[in-house]
Every structure is written in structure tokens, then in C-alpha cells.
């Protein structure tokens, strides 16, 4: 867990400071950046396996989720946004999305919202999606065709009232919707359409198709993204597949998507400076490991703040931080996770010196603190055993009482004087209330979700959530 919150805050800390590179309309050559720290190429049966599922779908369509793949992030920002807007339809809601900083394959999603969802809800799929577009586009593209030849062959993709299904050459299938103002999205098994149990890695639907025959849910209109060309010039009707030169067609020009892809990861980044001070924001994937992460701070006379946060849905481990600094010291909380696992840390520094804790899902908790007077500090384990030191002197309680394990030992009994670690202040309770960093008063341990917060800490919220 420690290395991967380092790791993570070391990729926020770097992309604020890459420049933000807009949608590429050139191929990446062998040896580029979008080729470097990549693997061997995926073979023809790892391609066909990852295109399976949207492979029967039409031409456009597939154009536009090619090019969207290699945005994950932009998919999964789009998909939570029209979520939040439902009430948008038609005309209103293109304005709308044309508003958004999206690339333009993501954009033109909008008008799938089923499409987009699935590509949200299959991360890791979607990523390695993009990622094969990005390095071997015309393997890609060779792999649809041949798996729209298999389901063809096996009876399972003709022309009817959703779809016309054209041979257009012995290598070149091509799907178009039957009527051109109505788009009907596919649904199928991948594993039984195509005449040969298809597999896909990282990919699940909610309801799978138990036949091999094509169903089609309700159809979309798409007749405003073929008319209001001076709203939005990314509709349905400016995608394609060019089946021969291997490569999506966007606005009659080869399309790539992505152009930030380094080895595999892109980041972005934007920045703005003013007189009263700068911020900045950024974002970076890697589909190697499938980790995202963002960050952002602010500086101006006051003081700076910083927020991130990076998930990787492949192994379940996020993490999020919010720091801050000012002229009275800088203080901060984070929260990071994996497995069911949870920990959740505060600081604070001061002149007056620093203090810090901890707290774990399992029931760990900790305190340290260190001052003009010296430093202390106390814990718990997740089976109830406490610890405690102070200047040195360490103490231990397995549930038998305090025993000192190293340091100076007591002194003996004399003038009335206690000489146990209780009496001397080791054998109270942590206390339900009060502020973690509320000073030699005795501060006690919030719930861990104010903990995460740092609401009394000034710890601020713990960055975005999941």
C-alpha cells in the first residue's frame, strides 16, 4: 500500500507540469513514443478476441468507439455527465455536449449512452481497446473483418429492417444502418455469433444474449447530427471505416485518436496564471497497470493547496490526498484502500511542533507528536494490543497490563509516588471526541470518515471521491 500511494503521488506531481496535446491525425510509426515501453504486438487472436464485442456493430459506430477507446478517461467523465443530465435529449443535448472538452469520438458517444456506459463500466477493456488502435490500427481493423466473415458464415449477421449487411469486397464487410436517420446498437453473445467461443477478457454486460442471433434495442435518431452541422461537426454522420487503408475516418480525414499515448500512458495537463496567483490540473492513465490518476493545487498569497487522487479498477487500490501550507505550517490528510482495506492519516505542522495519526479499517489507530518538550507517541494494533512511547521510553500492553520494553526504567516507590505506567498516563482510553490535533489538551480519534476529511484538522477533504 505505501508504494503505491508513493508511486501515485509521483505521477501527480508530474503531470501538472506536461503540456495538454489535443487528438492526433497521424498514425504512430514503429519506434515512436506510441509504440515505446509496449509489449509484443497482440496476435490476430487477441485482437479478434478484444474486438468481439462491438465488432457487428455499424460502421460509424465502431469508428467512433475505436477512437473514444483511447480517451478512457474522457469516457468514464462523459458517461457520469450524462448520467447527471438525463433530462437533455435531441438538439439540446448535443449544444450541451458540444460545450464539453471532450475529444470529438467521445462527444459523438453522447448519442449512445448504452455504448458509453458499457465502455465506462469495462475500464480495462476499454483501455486495451484503445491501446491496440493506438499501436496496431490496422490489425485491428483486419480483426472485425475477420470476425464479422465468421458470424456471416455461422448464419448470424444479415440485412434486415435495423441493419444492411454488404460484402463490399472479399475482405470488406459493411455494416450501415437500414434507415440512415436511425441507428439500432447490436446486442449479442460474443462467445456463441461468431461460430467460435470468443472470450473477452476485462468485458461483462448485464444481460447477455443467450442465442447467436443479432438483437437490437430502441433505436437512436440521429437525423439532428446529420443536419445541425454548425452545432456540432462530430455527429454520427461524420465517422466511418476505411476498410482498405486501415484506419477510422473522421470528417473524411484517417483518424487516430489520442496523441499523448507514451508507452502505453498519456497525461494531460492545464495551466493558469494571474496576478493573484496560478493553478493547475492534470490527468494521466497507464493501461499497463490500468492505474488513472489526477491531481490539482492552487497558490496564491495565502498559502497552497494540493489535491489528488489515482484508482486502478483492475486491483480495487485508490488513494487520495489533500495537503496544504501556509505561513503557519503546512497539514494535510489522505485516505488509501485496497482490498476491503482502509487507512486514513492526518498531519499537521506548526512552530510548535508536529503531529500525526492514523487509522486503519481493521481497528488500528495511532498517534504521534513531537515538540519543544519532547515527543510521544500511541497506538493500537486491529487485535487490541496498545504500545506507547515517550523520550524514548517505550510501553506495552498485550491485554496483562503495561510492561516498559525499552527506555530508562522506573524509578522506585517512594514519597507516595506511582511508579506504574497507568498512573503515569499510559493506561487511559483513546477519547471518542475532540480534534486528533487539538495540542497537549488530548485530542481523541474522529470517525475515520471525518479523519479522512480532516474536517477538524483543517485537513480538508481527503480529494475527489470514488
Do not use: D, F
Given at each position: 500500500m505505501e508504494q503505491f500511494w508513493s508511486v501515485a503521488l509521483s505521477l501527480l506531481l508530474a503531470v501538472t507540469a506536461v503540456p495538454f496535446e489535443a487528438g492526433a491525425q497521424q498514425p504512430p510509426q514503429p519506434g515512436s513514443a506510441g509504440y515505446a515501453g509496449q509489449g509484443a504486438p497482440l496476435s490476430a487472436e487477441d485482437l479478434q478476441q478484444l474486438a468481439a464485442p462491438i465488432a457487428l456493430y455499424p460502421d460509424a459506430l465502431v469508428a467512433q468507439i475505436f477512437g473514444a477507446a483511447t480517451f478512457p478517461d474522457q469516457v468514464t467523465?462523459?458517461?457520469g455527465w450524462l448520467e447527471q443530465n438525463k433530462n437533455l435529449t435531441g438538439a439540446a443535448l448535443m449544444q450541451a455536449v458540444d460545450m464539453q472538452p471532450w475529444d470529438p469520438s467521445v462527444k459523438a458517444l453522447s448519442q449512445f449512452p448504452s455504448v458509453l456506459d458499457n465502455l465506462a463500466k469495462n475500464l480495462s477493456w476499454t483501455s486495451a481497446l484503445g491501446e491496440a488502435y493506438s499501436t496496431q490500427a490496422a490489425d485491428l481493423m483486419s480483426a472485425v473483418q475477420a470476425l464479422r466473415a465468421k458470424a456471416k458464415a455461422a448464419g448470424n449477421l444479415k440485412s434486415g429492417t435495423q441493419i444492411t449487411v454488404v460484402q463490399q469486397?472479399?475482405?470488406?464487410?459493411?455494416?450501415?444502418?437500414?434507415?440512415?436517420?436511425v441507428v439500432y446498437v447490436p446486442q449479442y453473445n460474443p462467445a456463441i455469433v461468431y461460430g467460435t467461443p470468443y472470450v473477452?477478457?476485462?468485458?461483462?454486460?448485464?444481460?447477455?444474449?443467450?442465442?447467436?442471433l443479432l438483437s437490437f434495442g430502441v433505436g437512436i435518431a440521429v437525423g439532428a447530427a446529420l443536419s445541425n452541422n454548425r452545432c456540432c461537426g462530430w455527429g454520427y454522420s461524420y465517422w466511418n471505416c476505411n476498410w482498405h487503408g486501415g484506419a477510422v475516418v473522421y470528417r473524411s480525414t484517417a483518424y487516430y485518436g489520442n496523441s499523448a499515448w507514451r508507452g502505453g500512458a498519456y497525461r494531460s495537463s492545464v495551466t493558469a496564471v494571474g496576478p493573484y496567483g496560478a493553478a493547475r490540473a492534470g490527468t494521466?492513465?497507464?493501461?499497463?497497470?490500468?492505474?488513472?490518476?489526477?491531481?490539482?493545487?492552487?497558490?496564491?498569497g495565502y498559502g497552497t493547496q494540493r489535491v489528488g487522487q489515482a484508482y486502478n479498477p483492475n486491483t480495487g487500490a485508490y488513494a487520495a490526498?489533500?495537503?496544504?501550507?501556509?505561513?503557519?505550517?503546512?497539514?494535510?490528510s489522505s485516505v488509501v484502500s485496497k482490498n476491503g482495506r482502509t487507512a486514513y492519516t492526518?498531519?499537521?505542522?506548526?512552530?510548535?511542533?508536529?503531529?500525526?495519526?492514523?487509522?486503519?479499517?481493521?481497528?488500528?489507530?495511532?498517534?504521534?507528536?513531537?515538540?519543544?518538550?519532547?515527543?510521544a507517541a500511541a497506538g493500537k494494533t486491529a487485535n487490541g494490543d496498545k504500545y506507547a512511547a515517550s523520550n524514548g521510553n517505550v510501553y506495552k500492553n498485550t491485554g496483562t497490563g503495561w510492561q516498559q520494553t525499552q527506555g530508562q526504567k522506573p524509578t522506585p516507590y517512594h514519597s507516595g509516588a506511582s511508579t506504574s505506567p497507568a498512573s503515569r498516563g499510559w493506561g487511559?482510553?483513546?477519547?471518542?471526541?475532540?480534534?486528533a490535533f487539538s495540542g497537549a489538551s488530548g485530542g481523541g480519534w474522529q470517525s475515520r470518515e471525518a479523519s479522512a476529511r480532516g474536517a477538524a484538522s483543517r485537513g480538508g477533504g481527503g480529494g475527489w471521491r470514488r
Open positions: 467523465s462523459a458517461s469486397t472479399p475482405q470488406a464487410i459493411v455494416i450501415q444502418p437500414a434507415n440512415p436517420q473477452t477478457p476485462g468485458y461483462s454486460t448485464g444481460a447477455v444474449v443467450a442465442t447467436g494521466a492513465y497507464n493501461p499497463a497497470t490500468g492505474t488513472y490518476a489526477r491531481g490539482a493545487s492552487v497558490s496564491n490526498t489533500h495537503q496544504a501550507s501556509n505561513a503557519y505550517g503546512n497539514y494535510g492526518q498531519h499537521q505542522t506548526t512552530a510548535r511542533g508536529s503531529v500525526g495519526t492514523v487509522q486503519t479499517s481493521a481497528g488500528g489507530k495511532g498517534v504521534a507528536a513531537t515538540g519543544a518538550y519532547g515527543s487511559a482510553q483513546t477519547r471518542s471526541s475532540g480534534s
